[in-house]
Each structure stands twice: as C-alpha cells, then as structure tokens.
C-alpha cells in the first residue's frame, strides 16, 4: 500500500515536471532555442503568485494560476520579441546560449535584489490538507488538481499544435523557417507566441510547484535541471515522452526519498543517468541519423 | 503589360559575387525559362526575387511593387510563389496539411483544395500521408500544389525536373497549360534546355552570374545557345 501511495504521488508530482519540460522542449524544438533562463521564469511566476496571495488573502491560489499565466504569456512574447528573436537565427550555435544564460543570471540577481533570499511557498489553505480516501489509500486533493491540470494542458497544446491552422503553422516553422516564409508566415511573430506559450505553462507548473514546495530566488537551476531532464528523457519533440517522463522522475523522487529522506533530487538525476546512459535517443524519441 | 521586372540585379553571398547586373522580365501570363549550367546563379535568382536575399542591389518591380527591400513573408502575400529545388516539403506535414498551409497568406482566387486534386489526382489518394513516402513526383506535385494554393500572380519553379523519370516531367509539364490559363505566369528554371525552351515564350541564359543569351524560345539557334550556355 505504502508502494501505490507513492506511486500516486510521484505520478502527481511527475505531471509537474513534464509540465516543466514541455514549455521548454516546445521552444527547443520549434526555434532550436535552449532558454536556460526557463527555470528563472518559473521562480518569478511563483513570486508574482505569492505576491498576488499576499494582495488577496481570502482567495485559493489556484484562481490566480490562470491570470498569472496570462502575465507570464505577455513576458514570453515581450522577452522573444526584443531580445531572443535577435540570436535565435545566429549563425554562431552559441549565441542564443550566452544570451538566456547571461538573462538567467541578470534575473535571479534581479529576484534576489528586489524581494531576499527567504524561503518562500504558496499556501493553498484547506485544500493543501484536503485528502480522498480510497480503501486504506489517501491521495492528496491538491496533488491530483495538479496532475488533472497538468493532464488538461498536455491536451491542449496538442491539440492546439495538431489540429489548428496556427500549430500548422508551427510546424512547419520548426520544419525550415525560409520555406515557412515564402508561405507567408512570419517566424519572428510565431516565435514570440510560442515563447509566450512556453512561459505561460512554465508560469503554471511554477506556482503549482511552489504549492507543494518552497522555494528561493535561486530555485530556477534545479528547475531547469529537471526540466532539461525530462525533454532529454521524453525525446525531443515528444509530448507524450515529455508527460512519462515527468512520471518516472516524479516516482524516482519520491522512491528515492522513501529510502533516503535526504536524498533531495539525487536518485532523479540518478535515473536520468541511466537513462541516458542505455537509452541516449530518450524513451520514446527516435534515433538521429 | 510587364508582371516582373528586374533591373540590374546583383546580388552578393559575403564578398562573393553570384549575380551581375541581371534583368529579366515577365510579361502577364507569360512563361520564361531561366536556363544555364550548375552554379550558374539560377536559384540565387529566383532566391533573391522571392525575397529569401537580402544582400543585393538592383530593381525588382512586381505587379507594381517595388519588391526588392521586402522580406519573403510580405512577398508571398503579394502572390509571388516559389517552388523551391530540391522540393523542400513540410515533414512533419501531411501532404494534405502541406496544401493548406500554401493558402497560408489568405489569397483567394481559382485554386483550391479540390483544384489542386483535380490537376493532381494522385495526391487526393495520398493525403494524409507523410511527404517521405511519396515518389519523387508525387512530392514535386505537392510543391507545385502547395505554391498554386497562394493563388500567385507568379510562380517560380526551381528545377522541378530533377532527378524524375522523364514519363513524370512529361505528366508535370502537361499541368502548366491549365496553371497559365488561370492567370499565373511562370519562371522555369531548368538544366535541361529542350524542354525549358518548349514550354515556353522566352529563354534567358545565365553564365556564372551573368545574362549571355536572351529571346524568344521559339528560334533559339542551338549554337547560340550552346555557346551561351558553356561559354566559348
């Protein structure tokens, strides 16, 4: 019984982190841009949800996940538009690297200047201690919103990526930029949106994070960390590997913690290793040629 | 009335020079061939007119647009349609998703969908296949399709013959009548000078960036063309 709990939980959990992985494999793919400042996004979306929790005492966070969401969508469009679409078409490989690194520092200093270095979380008042049981299991209500939003965006971002004339027009952006332009579409505008998309769900996996967790100004790395992991794991350009992957590291974490309560995120990166080790083209990603 | 007029045209890959002070012009519902040798500066022409150039200087006047400082998104709206060498199909597009992402800029006009079906049944078979299944024809049916679908006043088609057995260029090219008659002129750029000069009203011949021959298709002299298209 103990097992299917944390089964449960680290399924829970590891919805979280594919949401992490996703926002960050979406831009990777479509623009072959890796944001290293991705993890320092997902902080600040947590201190703008603390810092509206604050304004609005009686409300559940969870009704700020959407507005929050809609700001961080904003900052993406805003950030790609006047300052990553500059390198993103750079001949040196290395310049949209140097640029999101030194853009992760610049905002974690900026963090850490305007708000400390204390350890903060979002409180979800009652629902937190909220529990269903089922036979002699108890799941947390919270964690299960968690994995059900997750669930719900996984749905639809591929259907929006699948189905609608805009997510053809991702594709095929992501496909080969110069022949999407002579179809009229204009790379620079699609990357603004999907940068937008991608802080957005970075923004929501954020608060929902600091919900269960806390978290510091410099939280973003181990964030990016897991991120990176599960894009790896996923394989590239895999949503559904990027979903199961947030499961098995969500598992791993929480397993791992069962047997070594200080253990933090090691047996994650641990299982990440192995991964990577026996499987390099990721569970469900294909090999390169 | 003339659709395309390019004056001058030099264009530039750092300080290498592709193109010399080329002009060429197309008149409404003409065709031209764009004929020459490998590395002659054919695709960079067609490259610099559909805007995917930006290094270059020179006049490029399209149904009354002065084109030559446009990007190619803004281009394409303006119903100039290139159908790029090689093929360049979206793969991770179906074939049918590869059409309708060709109507992307929003021109209406005669082709749709079902047009485009209808000059190519084989693709309605096909569509919700994966272009890297298709034959080398198919795929160059699709490209063609995906350009008509933005309904251009102008369709530039890069070497769409290439590496095809001759019986499906023969059933491509038969499509370029029902093209024109909708009102779409064309540049063909080719290798093979017999059929370029065929399917259209006037030949251009580059040399290593440079025009060397230019009339009307029909009484081309072979040793003209052949000392055109070589050098002596």
């Not at chain 1, 959407?66 to 500059?86: D, I, T, W």
């Not at chain 2, 309904?151 to 095809?164: F, V």
């Not at chain 2, 000078?193 to 081309?220: F, M, N």
């Amino acid at each position: 019984m103990v097992w299917l709990d944390l089964l449960i939980n680290g399924i829970c959990l590891g919805g979280l982190y594919g949401m992490l992985g996703v926002g960050l494999a979406l831009v990777t793919g479509v623009m072959r841009l890796v944001n290293i400042s991705h993890g320092e996004f997902i902080v600040m979306a947590a201190m703008l949800g603390v810092g509206a929790s604050d304004l609005l005492p009686g409300l559940n966070p969870l009704w700020l996940l959407l507005p929050v969401a809609a700001v961080f969508f904003f900052v993406g469009y805003g950030v790609q538009s006047v300052l990553f679409n500059k390198v993103v078409t750079a001949p040196d490989f290395l310049a949209p690297v140097l640029l999101t690194f030194g853009f992760s520092i610049v905002l974690r200093n900026l963090m850490f200047e305007s708000f400390g270095a204390d350890v903060r979380s979002l409180t979800a008042g009652g629902l937190a201690r909220m529990s269903i049981e089922v036979g002699s299991l108890s799941i947390g209500v919270l964690p299960l919103v968690t994995l059900g939003l997750a669930i719900l965006f996984f749905v639809v971002l591929q259907l929006v990526i699948s189905r609608t004339s805009f997510g053809r027009a991702i594709r095929a952006t992501a496909d080969n930029r110069e022949v999407a332009r002579l179809m009229g579409i204009k790379p620079a505008r699609i990357y603004n949106i999907v940068m937008g998309m991608s802080l957005a769900l970075a923004a929501v996996a954020g608060m929902l994070l600091a919900m269960r967790a806390t978290f510091t100004p410099f939280s973003g790395i181990s964030n990016l960390l897991v991120a990176f992991e599960v894009v790896v794991i996923g394989g590239f350009g895999s949503f559904w590997g990027a979903m199961f992957a947030g499961f098995l590291l969500g598992v791993a974490q929480l397993v791992g913690l069962k047997f070594d309560p200080n253990a933090g995120l090691m047996y994650v990166h641990a299982v990440f290793f192995a991964v990577v080790l026996f499987r390099p083209q990721g569970l469900m990603g294909v090999k390169l040629p | 009335m003339k659709l395309l007029e390019v004056r001058g045209l030099s264009v530039f890959y750092g300080d290498l020079q592709a193109l010399f002070d080329v002009s060429v012009e197309v008149e409404a519902a003409g065709t031209v061939a764009l004929i020459g040798a490998n590395g002659a500066g054919k695709t960079t022409f067609l490259k610099s007119v559909a805007g995917l150039l930006a290094s270059k200087r020179g006049e490029i006047v399209f149904a009354g647009h002065a084109i030559g400082g446009l990007p190619a998104e803004q281009i394409a709206g303006l119903g100039l349609a290139l159908v790029p060498e090689g093929r360049l199909l979206f793969q991770n597009l179906t074939i049918e998703e590869n059409l309708i992402i060709g109507g992307y800029s929003g021109r209406k006009g005669y082709w749709t969908l079902a047009r485009i079906y209808e000059l190519f049944p084989v693709l309605a078979e096909r569509k919700q296949a994966m272009p890297a299944i298709l034959s080398g024809g198919q795929q160059q049916m699709v490209a063609i399709g995906r350009a008509l679908m933005a309904n251009p006043k102008l369709l530039l088609a890069d070497e769409i013959s290439q590496g095809l057995a001759p019986v499906v260029i023969d059933q491509i090219y038969r499509s370029f009548p029902t093209i024109r008659a909708e009102g779409t002129s064309i540049i063909l750029v080719e290798q093979e000078v017999k059929r370029a000069a065929a399917a259209s009203d006037h030949t251009y011949c580059l040399l290593k960036g440079r025009v060397t021959l230019e009339g009307a298709s029909r009484g081309l002299s072979f040793d003209a063309l052949s000392r055109a298209y070589f050098g002596s």
